[in-house]
């Protein structure tokens, strides 16, 4: 079935390889995306002019125009990617997760449902709402464990708990309503074309800039780390074949201690012969006052997804960690403007904020 499928957040990191995947696949695919800090246009440069492609810039929170935008384009899924998603930004101004993921999406389950509403019987049986979301939802784990999609919400930082209250109010709009919605839950994503705040971008660069290499604490943290193009070949799965009103946890089955992850890509710059420091590259490493109520341990069962719809991460973590690598240094003209003209690496969500900031 070919779709047409509204993708909110679609300039963003995992927003624009949806967008590419989805028009490879035959579908059309309408973006909006409200192009805040972390957006860029040019990782959608190759879908400027394509047919089936369309980009929208706009607030998922205004539902009048995404109520003209799903009947203008006669859109049957909805991917919502639009969010605020750095967890760092979150403790330092709370108030734009806040607006994001916890008004924008209950104002664009408005405007859907309005939508879903008028549509005649068949189109409602075909229609689906997935829900983006992430494991940080889930709290902390323990050395122990692993989050499953009956692990209870218990949220730790302004991110976390506004993804949290998205998803909740996605679930009650199926209970409540009736709308055709699928919720996933996925490990923390990496790859070509991410934002340089996120641990891996940021610390390729700061290695070829022969910057410090900062890590929370001792680099005890794990995460379970997603290859992007594995993500979004998840979510299609979802679309496809994915039951209403379900959650699926997505996650790539690499656990690594943050330390260990940036060890590995000193490694690989090594390995590539790329010019550093006196000492090497593992010489930069600083670590750094921890993060306020920083999760220990993200890991993620993602045997649901598995069993029932047939998809496997593709990629095992070192091998998607050597390709970004490898993507980052040859595409200096996509991330440099952003290190000279939006973000510079500094640190931020040092210091505790009032909720109303």
């Given at each position: 079935?070919?779709r047409?499928?509204?993708?909110?957040?679609?300039?963003g990191?995992?927003?624009?390889h949806?967008?590419?995947?989805?028009?490879?696949?035959?579908?059309?695919?309408?973006?909006?995306?409200?192009?805040?800090?972390?957006?860029?246009?040019?990782?959608?440069?190759?879908?400027e002019?394509?047919?089936?492609?369309?980009f929208?810039?706009?607030?998922?929170?205004?539902?009048?125009?995404?109520?003209?935008?799903l009947?203008?384009?006669?859109?049957d899924?909805?991917?919502?990617?639009?969010?605020?998603?750095?967890?760092?930004?979150?403790?330092?101004?709370?108030?734009?997760?806040?607006?994001?993921?916890?008004?924008?999406?209950?104002?664009?389950?408005?405007?859907?449902?309005?939508?879903?509403?008028?549509?005649?019987?068949?189109?409602?049986?075909?229609?689906?709402?997935?829900?983006?979301?992430?494991?940080?939802?889930?709290?902390?784990?323990?050395?122990d464990?692993?989050f499953?999609?009956?692990?209870?919400?218990?949220?730790?930082?302004?991110?976390?708990?506004?993804?949290?209250?998205?998803?909740?109010?996605?679930?009650?709009?199926?209970?409540?309503?009736?709308?055709?919605?699928?919720i996933?839950?996925?490990?923390?994503?990496?790859?070509?074309?991410?934002?340089?705040?996120?641990?891996i971008?940021?610390?390729?660069?700061?290695?070829?800039?022969?910057?410090?290499?900062?890590?929370?604490?001792?680099?005890?943290?794990?995460?379970?780390?997603?290859?992007?193009?594995?993500?979004?070949?998840?979510?299609?799965?979802?679309?496809?074949?994915?039951?209403?009103?379900?959650?699926?946890?997505?996650?790539?089955?690499?656990?690594?201690?943050?330390?260990d992850?940036?060890?590995?890509?000193?490694?690989?710059?090594?390995?590539?012969?790329?010019?550093?420091p006196?000492?090497?590259?593992?010489?930069?490493?600083?670590?750094?006052?921890?993060?306020?109520?920083?999760?220990?341990?993200?890991?993620?069962?993602?045997?649901?997804?598995?069993?029932?719809?047939?998809?496997?991460?593709?990629?095992?973590?070192e091998?998607?960690?050597?390709?970004?690598?490898?993507?980052?240094?040859?595409?200096?003209?996509?991330?440099?403007?952003?290190?000279?003209?939006?973000?510079?690496?500094?640190?931020?969500?040092?210091?505790r904020?009032?909720?109303?900031?």
């Open positions: 079935m070919n047409k499928i509204l993708i909110t957040g679609g300039a990191f995992i927003g624009s949806a967008c590419k995947h989805f028009i490879a696949r035959g579908h059309s695919v309408v973006n909006i995306d409200k192009l805040t800090y972390a957006a860029n246009l040019s990782s959608l440069a190759s879908l002019h394509h047919p089936r492609y369309r929208v810039r706009g607030d998922i929170a205004d539902t009048g125009l995404i109520k003209s935008l009947q203008d384009d006669a859109i899924a909805v991917l919502n990617l639009a969010a605020e998603s750095h967890v760092d930004r979150s403790i330092s101004a709370p108030s734009d997760f806040i607006h994001t993921n916890i008004v924008g999406t209950f104002n664009l389950l408005r405007a859907v449902m309005d939508y879903f509403d008028d549509l005649p019987d068949s189109a409602q049986k075909a229609f689906r709402f997935i829900q983006v979301s992430t494991d940080e939802v889930y709290g902390s784990l323990g050395e464990g692993f499953t999609e009956e692990t209870p919400a218990n949220p730790r930082s302004p991110y976390a708990a506004s993804k949290a209250s998205a998803d909740h109010l996605v679930s009650a709009c199926f209970h409540t309503y009736g709308l055709p919605v699928i996933s839950n996925c490990g923390n994503n990496y790859g070509p074309y991410q934002f340089p705040e996120k641990l971008p940021l610390v390729i660069l700061n290695a070829i800039e022969h910057k410090p290499l900062p890590v929370y604490g001792r680099g005890r943290n794990v995460r379970d780390w997603l290859y992007v193009e594995d993500h979004v070949r998840a979510l299609e799965a979802l679309l496809e074949s994915g039951v209403v009103g379900e959650s699926y946890n997505i996650g790539g089955r690499s656990e690594r201690r943050n330390i992850v940036v060890r590995e890509i000193c490694r690989i710059l090594t390995a590539r012969k790329v010019a550093g006196a000492g090497g590259f593992e010489r930069l490493i600083t670590f750094v006052p921890d993060r306020p109520g920083h999760d220990l341990r993200y890991a993620i069962d993602c045997s649901k997804i598995e069993r029932q719809l047939g998809w496997r991460p593709s990629l095992d973590f091998t998607g960690l050597s390709q970004t690598v490898d993507w980052y240094l040859a595409n200096k003209e996509w991330w440099s403007p952003i290190r000279q003209h939006v973000y510079h690496g500094d640190r931020l969500g040092q210091a904020q009032r909720l109303l900031v």
